[in-house]
């Protein structure tokens, strides 16, 4: 009779230790996939701002240094989310423009 307790009780021990093992895996996919996707969410919000601040300096022809801060400060982890694409050439354009606005000549005024 020990015998026979102690066989069935192993496979049903191991049977539940199995099914553990599944829900496990699928919660912790589940998981992956939320996190997957929380992932691609910040990385498109920083892609925006970055966009953003691109199209309202690079109109104005300068970028001040703390927009430009701001801007690498979100590419940073832009790149570190696997984002690499035209985010890095407006970035790069973004560092190449002065940082004060561009003198405007006063009229009336002569250069000589």
């Given at each position: 009779?020990?015998?026979?307790?102690?066989?069935?009780w192993?496979?049903?021990?191991f049977?539940?230790?199995i099914?553990?093992?599944?829900?496990?895996?699928?919660?912790?996919h589940?998981?992956?996939?939320?996190?997957?996707?929380i992932?691609?969410?910040?990385q498109?919000?920083l892609?925006?701002?970055?966009?953003?601040?691109?199209?309202?300096?690079?109109?104005?022809?300068y970028?001040?240094?703390?927009a430009?801060?701001n801007?690498?400060?979100?590419?940073?982890?832009?790149?570190?989310?696997?984002?690499?694409?035209?985010?890095?050439d407006?970035?790069?354009?973004?560092?190449?423009?002065?940082?004060?606005?561009?003198?405007?000549?006063?009229?009336?005024?002569?250069?000589?």
């Amino acid at each position: 009779m020990v015998e026979f307790i102690v066989k069935y009780w192993i496979e049903v021990l191991f049977g539940l230790i199995i099914s553990g093992m599944g829900v496990f895996a699928k919660v912790l996919h589940t998981q992956h996939l939320k996190n997957d996707a929380i992932a691609n969410g910040v990385q498109a919000l920083l892609r925006n701002g970055i966009v953003e601040t691109y199209n309202k300096w690079s109109e104005k022809g300068y970028c001040p240094i703390y927009a430009r801060e701001n801007a690498i400060r979100m590419y940073v982890p832009y790149h570190a989310l696997g984002g690499n694409d035209v985010a890095t050439d407006l970035i790069e354009d973004l560092k190449k423009l002065p940082t004060e606005p561009p003198c405007k000549k006063k009229e009336g005024v002569s250069d000589g």
